[in-house]
């Protein structure tokens, strides 16, 4: 923790997404309007009553941007966690048991890994008549576990055969007991790490979808201001701000779990650790 | 040879894996999208167009699941994608045929750039740890990777092809020039600035691995042995650190080629390229099921190429796999 907290590049990280946090938290406060009013004059250039505008609906601008955090952040954090799940079974269960079982699991990974995730979810996207954020957010949590998984799956094949995890298994503790209490307590940072990577991943295919068209287009989320900001030729409007700032608050945000994913692993990983 | 042999194996399943979700998506998903993409395109189809398409989809006929299955096997092994319903009445192995060119040039000049230049970054980086360099380039690193592609390739299109005017605002070649030797000046010009933006949000994701890949084998004891036997840094970094630590980027080349074709299709749509990407996103667009389900065969198939000729480009590197037959 220590190690963490002396890590620069942890501590920018970590305060990006309190930031985001709390802009996500306190939106109703922040936010100059509701994000869903539409009672403005559309296209209206930066004044006092709207710091950032409005956009072609009428929304005030700046509230769509702070409503904005809560969609990514929750996309991001909601499809970690469904996806470091997925890999607790499909890399640590699946390595720790080996055999067929283990085979089986690391062919459908190896499988899952080498389709392009953004153009199986665009393709599945093509599909679903409806779509919302949660919806989103499964099957990008569906499609991008593959590679969390190998890493684990190898960190796993690495602890099985140690001496901590033998002991366990001779007193006859049972295989979901070895993988959660002595194998999953010791790859703890890797699994961290996982995580901040799997939601800088969702972050940006969230927002990438949206941009497509390919999300629910009424919701109010960073990706699909910057559809509508596309679609209303905006920067040739003069509103370059409508363009700017969502796409950076989406660079702020990925570059936060980017940075946790590696500082983690930075101090965790005892072949990245500094002697 | 064996260990490629077992690749080749799972790339072959990943194919057919990819074949069967192409089935199985249309029949599973709620709503029936197949009848809502009949009645969108109704009156504009011959009704033989339309037997034909039911057939591909399974409507209205009596033949098993598990019958459609194989036949729908047949056709693409044999080539058979379809009719496009948009570009109707365009088969889609056309469509594919002339704009997969466009994505394979794009994609490959990333490819082959991206890797080169974070590889070296990330060497240096790694190598140096700690340095002022390091200290830069891995937050640099790590905001390319964060990178959303289709908010910088808009930025870049405003900017420096639209209010600067140096790269042309859309398409593949001038209007008036032809796919030829002749052309082959407004094909680059045109093809510049997609590649360019393409190419520098790729390389942070080499940057990091390599940078770490890098840190990792310098812990080595082999690599201490080098330093102790008195040999120059320089022959340390390169003979005994740097070739050992790009052999897990080749590991990573699935994960990154991923990145790189994701990238293609922000990019190819934000530039209007005439590539493969961009024929996807139009028929999503327009519910062109046939064209959507043929283009995602052929991504994943040129997908699977290039993590085989990464394979094949690791085994020479790597005596281990050579020698032993596994990883």
């Known amino acids: 923790m220590k190690a963490f907290f002396s890590n620069r590049l942890a501590v920018a990280g970590l305060a990006i997404l309190v930031f985001f946090g709390l802009v996500a938290l306190f939106a109703p406060i922040i936010a100059p309007d509701s994000p869903t009013d539409i009672n403005y004059t559309p296209m209206l250039g930066v004044s006092a009553e709207h710091w950032l505008g409005t956009n072609p609906q009428g929304n005030d601008i700046l509230s769509q941007l702070v409503y904005g955090a809560r969609a990514s952040l929750y996309v991001g954090l909601a499809a970690a966690a469904i996806i ?45 008549p409806q779509k919302s954020l949660t919806v989103i957010m499964f099957i990008l949590a569906l499609t991008g576990w593959a590679w969390g998984a190998r890493v684990l799956r190898s960190q796993a094949i690495s602890l099985r055969d140690r001496p901590f995890v033998e002991a366990s298994r001779m007193s006859g503790e049972g295989r979901w007991r070895v993988v959660f209490g002595h194998i999953v307590p010791n790859m703890f940072g890797i699994l961290v790490a996982n995580f901040f990577g799997a939601a800088l991943y969702a972050v940006l295919a969230e927002a990438g979808l949206e941009f497509l068209g390919l999300g629910n287009i009424n919701e109010v989320t960073w990706g699909n201001m910057l559809y509508w900001a596309e679609n209303a030729n905006a920067i040739l409007l003069g509103q370059w701000l409508y363009l700017l700032l969502p796409g950076l608050c989406i660079l702020l945000l990925g ?16 072949r990245l650790r500094r002697n | 040879m064996l260990w490629l042999f077992r690749r080749f194996l799972v790339l072959l399943l990943t194919g057919w894996a990819a074949l069967t979700l192409n089935f199985i998506l249309p029949r599973l998903m709620p709503g029936n999208p197949i009848e809502a993409m009949l009645a969108r395109y109704q009156g504009k189809l011959s ?16 033949e098993s699941k598990i019958a459609q299955y194989f036949t729908y096997l047949g056709h693409t092994v044999t080539g058979n994608l379809g009719t496009s319903i948009s570009y109707f009445p365009t088969k889609v192995s056309s469509i594919i045929g002339s704009s997969l060119p ?26 140096r740890r700690g340095s002022r360099f390091d200290s ?5 690193g790590v905001m390319l ?6 908010w910088i390739s808009l930025l870049a299109l405003y900017f420096l092809a639209f209010r600067l005017g140096w790269f042309p605002v859309a398409g593949g070649i001038g209007g008036t020039q032809s796919i030829s030797i002749s052309g082959i000046g407004s094909i680059i010009n045109h093809a510049a600035l997609p590649a360019i933006t393409l190419t520098v949000v790729s390389i942070g994701t080499w940057i990091l691995l390599m940078r770490n890949s890098t840190v990792s084998v310098l812990g080595e004891d082999y690599i201490k042995f080098g330093r102790a036997k008195g040999l120059p840094e320089r022959v340390v970094a390169y003979r005994y650190a740097a070739r050992n630590a790009i052999l897990p980027q080749f590991t990573a080349f699935a994960l990154a080629i991923g990145f790189v074709v994701a990238g293609a299709i922000f990019t190819e749509y934000v530039f209007s390229y005439p590539g493969i990407a961009y024929y996807l996103l139009e028929a999503v667009l327009s519910l062109d099921y046939p064209l959507i389900q043929g283009i995602f065969l052929v991504i994943v198939v040129a997908v699977l190429i290039a993590n085989f000729l990464a394979d094949i480009l690791y085994v020479f590197l790597d005596p281990r796999i050579r020698l032993e037959g596994r990883s």
């Open chain 2, 145 to 150: 990777s964060a990178m959303p592609v289709f």
């Open chain 1, 255 to 270: 570059t936060a779990f980017g940075l946790l994913n590696f500082a983690v692993d930075q101090v965790a990983n005892p």
């Open chain 1, 84 to 128: 470091t799940l997925i890999q607790l079974v499909m890399g640590v269960f699946s390595g720790y048991v080996g055999g067929w079982v283990d085979g089986v699991l690391a062919t459908i990974t190896n499988i899952f890994l080498v389709v392009p995730s953004l153009v199986l979810l665009i393709i599945i996207a093509a599909y679903l």
């Open chain 2, 136 to 140: 830069i380039a891995v937050p640099f």
């Open chain 2, 47 to 62: 009704p033989q167009a339309v037997g034909a398409l039911e057939i591909q989809f399974g409507l209205n006929t009596h």
């Open chain 2, 102 to 127: 466009w994505t394979l040039g794009l994609v490959g000049f990333a490819v082959v750039v991206a890797f080169i230049v974070g590889t070296a970054i990330g060497a240096a980086a790694g190598f």
